[in-house]
Each structure stands twice: as structure tokens, then as C-alpha cells.
């Protein structure tokens, strides 16, 4: 392989990393907002928000790691993709507006802390849902003429990427409630709990129906999942799901605090290396590739030198901010 | 119905009007880290529980306008996909790296180290928390960095070449793009106007409170370091400014003469138009009052030097001087009212008289906004100058939109428009709220810290001011 190629699959590499690390840090922190209306007005909820009010900001800035990114390694992409999936895509924006502010707000305001709760469950549930829906409707397919987006601009609303939306907010909902029976304790705790044994069980039939939808789209799908000898590697992915539910399952039975938060993200990191499988080498299913999409070798390798020394000290202070609010959170939101 | 023209106008239309609101909190935030940790490098040098206060005080301001800045950046960073697909895709490999280094170096560092800076008071030492809020500082200054050497490259296009696709790609290194002609005046005359407007905001909320109780220690002491700071800093952004715009004069000279509304080639010397009104229909200027030659004296330093004019520009190359013309006037204007504000706050601290002369701190109150607007119509001045293009010379705006629908961004237009108003003014009105108090001894930290439940608390840090209470009024300095 020459460099050029390198480049670009490592490129793809980091990028994929930059939004896994986003659903990681993120989805926990959008499922709180998720089923924020679930908690009790007062102690609950302020317990709930201060769990995550000193890391959303550093969560929510892998999303602009994986936009900013895939601008810069994927020019062509990233405007393809955009511009496609303009109407959820300004939507998950403007949900992001109203529930970021919401953070600082509702404490400004308490006349006003039921508007900006609402705000805050609202954004997160439209984020969850528009971000479900880019996938689906990338996985599905964007009409690509040249080098522009050639469909209209309601072509990504389809019973798929519906399925797939619903995924993704059921996804958050389970993390949420996962981060809450780690980070919380008493009757906060008892009710995270009560609502893994729902979005649990709601999370898998989504899984199970995403994957089962994905081969029938078309043939390149079945193939790369199904074809002989790829098979014998592919089909590890599910044995491994079955194997973490079953984990996850007897966690839940035995309420360890950590162990479903962990084993629920290893599932979605198997998930997402499924959706690799899915898409490799496509960045846009069957009409551009990664390598048709890639920016100049000079480009990737300009940013790989930035990157190769800036992601672990990210990651290694990132790591200290989150050791420095580890604990259980009380419910006093200040002393 | 909707025509390409009209998707352009729009998604044009919407880009502006995320961009200026997005740009009012950085404007402020990229000033107050930088106060915020003068504040407290002052407290832990002095031990001075006033400082203390005032930096808690001012941390609740930084932690609304902190986070409006970022919701409406993660905005602009999509943005440039969704709307400007081919803008996007032509100038993506020399403009995205750039803001690639900007998420890596900057985002994630005021990010990670925010947490500790706003919650982090009780949790870690007083030099690590310090060390925090340095980090979210010097991040802000990063930030700027990395976006102004984008905008300065797409104004001023220096080290690139052109592939077979059509996109701009790095010719020889990275140096020539990121230090390409107009950033370094660009980036100092932003951050200069940051510090300025950040002064001018907080000598503001200083003059209403002196207003009140001329005698109230903290008012007095932010007051004082606000006016120290305008008055220092603004003539230095006079003469910034200068040089930023001959530099402009010599990289993009349509600019300089829509700015200074000279539809005409004036080869005998060119004068100064103070006022006047363009009409870019007939490419004249109306009503003019000028001073002979002064233009020429001013751009070139010679009273008769010849001075072109945009009839000296194909006509589909001008930008729209009306815009052009009176935003600058708009900016100068303030700069100068500025820099009296920083002359008459010298002449006050002469006299002994700072905290004394209301008519001072009824000027300094009025002058609480000028920093937002003077930045706002400056970005006005050096974007629509410089139209019609996205890359100067090179990319026509017009060529740069992605291929959407007209109705699909009129619907988010208005959208972004009443939600932008309503949730920052929502969130202006608390900075008011929060300003519209005086700080106090003792001031609270944010209210939303996630305090521990059992077992782990470390030692606090601060126990803040309980030994070292505010001591009367603070004596003044100078």
C-alpha cells in the first residue's frame, strides 16, 4: 500500500475513534437529558444535571472533532453528506443549542427552571433522534452526481432511518440511566435502575432489528457480511453481543454500579465496528469511497502529526477532569 | 416561487447572521479568561479576598457567556458543510486541517479544563485551579489563532495549488497558508478588540455600581482595572488598525475603497469622504462631506499620491459599498469614542477623581456595548468588503453554496432567527441580571457544582476570605 492509502485508512480510523468517543461521552450525557422528565422536580434532577454539568462541554466537542475532521481528511464527504442531510442535521443543532444553554440556565431562573428542563429534554431527545436518523439515512444510500448531493431535501425521512433514529435515542436512554446508577445513590439510584430493566431490553430488539434490516438494503451488505470467508470473522460480532447481554443481564441481576455502564458501551462498540464492516471502503454507500473522498496525502499527514500528539494528552486530561468529579454525587447542588 | 439566487441570498443571509451572534461571546469570553485569570493570579499573589470575589463573580458571567459561544460555534462547524458543500469540498484540504488543530488544540482544552475552572474550586488545589483556568485562557487565544489564520487565508490566499477536482491543496508547506499576509494584523487587531470590548463591558457593570455607592470597594477596583485597560489598549487598536488597513490597501484594494466610498479614480490626490451616501446603482457618492487629499495622506502618506477607485474594478468584482462603507464608519467611530473614554479616565485618574466624576461613569456606563458593536460592524466590514468572493480572487461566493432548496433554508433561516433571539436574549438578560448585582464579600461560587456525596472530598482549597476579609474600600492605584 503506498502512503496515500495508509493515510486515508488511518484517517478513517481516527475519525471513526472521534465518534465513538462522542457516543461514549455524549450518549450518557444526552440520555440524562432524556429521560429527565422521568425524575422528581427538585433533588432528582439537580442531581441528575450536576452529574454531567462539568463534562458535556468536552463531551459534545468530539462531535466537533468528527465534523471539523471529516471536513479536513474528507472534504468531499463531509459537503456530499452535509448537504444531504441538511433538515436533521440543522435540527440536531438547534437541539443542541437548547440543551447546552439549558445547563447554565435553569439555575439563573428557577420562575423559569420548567422551560429550560423542557428545553433540556427536548434538545436531547431531537440530538438523539436526528443523530439516529443521519445514520440510517447514510447506511441507506445518498444520490451523488459528480461532486454534489442530487436529492431532495426530505429524501433522508424513510421507515429506515426512522428505525434507526428511535435506535439511537433508545441507545442514549439506556447509557443515561447506566451513568446514573453509577454516579448516583439511594433513590436515584433505585430508579436508574428501574429504567435499565426498560431501555435494556428495548436497546437489543433495536439492535437486533437494525442488523436484521441492513443485509436486505442491498447485496453489498450481504456480502460483506455473509460471503465466505468473511463470515467466519463477522459473524464474531453477534456471538460477542450475545455473550456481553448475558454479562449484562447477571450485572443487572447482582446491581453492580459500573459493570452495566461498561458492558452496555462495549455492545456499542461492537455495534459501530458492525457498522464498519458495513460501510468499509465506503464513506457514502456505493458512490464514494474513502479513498475518492480523501483530502492530499499533504493534508492527512499535516493533521496526523497534530493528532498523533494531541488525542492522548486530550484523552490523559480529559481522564484527570473526570477523576477529579469522581465519586457519587450528592444532592446539594452547591456548599 | 424560490430561485437559485434566492438560496444563495439565504443560506448567505444565514451564515452572517450565525456568525455575528456566534462572535459577540467568544468577543467576551476570549476577554474575560484572560481577566479571570489576572483576577486570580492577583489573589493568590496578594491574598486579598477582593480579588477573591471578583473572580467568582465574574466566573458566572464567563460560565453563560462561556456556553452560549459554544453552542453557537458547534453551529458554525457544521455549517460550513450543510450550506457551503462546495466551499467545503474545494477549500477543505487547506482551510479544514486549520480548523481540525483549532478542535485539537484549543476546544478541547478549554473544554477539559472548564469543569475544574467553574466547579473545581472545592476539589483541587489553589495553584492546579489555577493552572485551569490559565489553560481555558490560553485556549481561547488558540482558538483565535487557528479560526483567524482560516479567515485571514480565505481574505488574503497565499501557498496553495489546484488539483484536477478543482480544490485548493497545499503547495509547499504549511507555514505560507497559516502565515498568510493579512493574519497577523488580522489576529492582533481581533484580539486586541476582545480585550477592549471585554474592558468596556466590565468598566460598565464597574460605573453602574460606582453609580449606586461610589464608595463600593470591588466597583471601584474593577472599574479601575477596566479604565487602565481601555486606556492603554485603545490607542494601541487605533494604530493596529491603521496598519491592518494598509495592509487591506495592498492585498485587497476594492475593500479599502468601498470602506472609504471612492467610486472614482482619483489620480491628483484622493480625499477623505466623512459622510456621505452611496448609491451603488449609479456608483456615486451623495451629499459628501470630505476632506481633500486626506485619504491619500492617510493610505499612502502622500497628499497627491493617486488613489483608485472601484471604477477601476471589473464591475463584477465590486463589493457593495453601502454595507462596506458605513459599517467601518460605524467601527471608527466607537474606536474613537473609546479612546476618549480612555483619555478622559486618565484625566480623572490625574485628578484624583475616578471614582468621583459621575459624568465619567455615566460615559463609561453608555460605552458598556460599544466593544460588541464596534467588533460586529468591523466582521462586517472585512466580510462584505470582501465580496464577491469566499477565497479572495479565486472562489466566487456564488459558486461556493451547496445545492439546497430554497424553501429548506428559508425554513431554517427563520428557524435559527427565533431561536438565536430567544435563547440569547434569554441568556443576555441573565448576564444582565447577574451584572445588575454588585459582587459581594464572599461572592458564591456557580451554583450548579456537582458536590460528593461521602468519602472522597478533598481538602478545600479555598475557604475563601474568611481571614483575610475586605478591608474597607480598596485604596486606589495611581
Known sequence: MDDSVVLTNVWAAILAFAVFMYVVMDGFDLGIGILFPIFGVGRERDTAMNSIAPVWDGNETWLVLGGGGLMAAFPLAYGIVMSALYAPIIAMLLALVFRGVAFEFRWRDPAHRPIWDFAFTAGSITAALAQGITLGALLQGIEVEGRHYAGGWWDWLTPFSLLTGFSVLSAYSLLGACWLNWKTDGETQKHA???MRIWAPVTLGCILAVSAYTPFMGDQYWDRWFSMPRVLITAQ??????FLTWRFVRSLRRDYELAPFVLTLAVFGLSFAGLGISMYPYLIPNSITLADAAA????????LVGASILVPLILAYTAWSYWVFRGKVAHEGYH | MFHDADALLLARFQFAFT??????FPAFSIGLASYLAVLEALWLKTGKALYLDLYKYWLKIFAITFAMGVVSGIVMSYQFGTNWAVFSDRAGPVVGPLMAYEVLTAFFLEAGFLGVMLFGMQKVGKRLHFFATLMVAIGTFISAFWIISVNSWMQTPTGYAINGDGQFVPAAGWLPIIFNPSFPYRLVHTVIAAYLTTA???????AWHLLKNADHAHARKMFSMAMW????????QVFVGDLHGLNTLEHQPAKVMAMEGHYQSHPHGAPLILFGIPKDGEQRMEHVIEVPKLSSLILKHDADAPLAGLDSIKPENRPPVKVVFWSFRVMVGLGLLMLLLGVCSLVARAAKK???????HRFALVMGPSGFIAVVAGWVTTEVGRQPFTVYGLMRTAESASPLAAPAVATSLIVFVIVYFAVFGMGTWYLFRLMAKAPQPHESDPPNAPAHAAGITPAPAMQSGTNNAVKGPETTHG
Open chain 1, 193 to 195: 435502575r428501574r429504567l
Open chain 1, 237 to 242: 460480532v453477534p456471538l460477542i453481543i450475545c
Open chain 1, 296 to 303: 492530499p496525502a499533504s493534508s492527512q499527514a499535516f493533521m
Open chain 2, 19 to 24: 456568525i455575528s451572534f456566534h462572535f459577540i
Open chain 2, 200 to 206: 468596556l463591558a466590565v468598566g460598565a457593570a464597574g
Open chain 2, 229 to 236: 485597560m481601555a486606556a492603554l489598549v485603545a490607542p494601541v
Open chain 2, 354 to 360: 475616578l471614582y468621583d466624576w459621575r459624568w465619567l
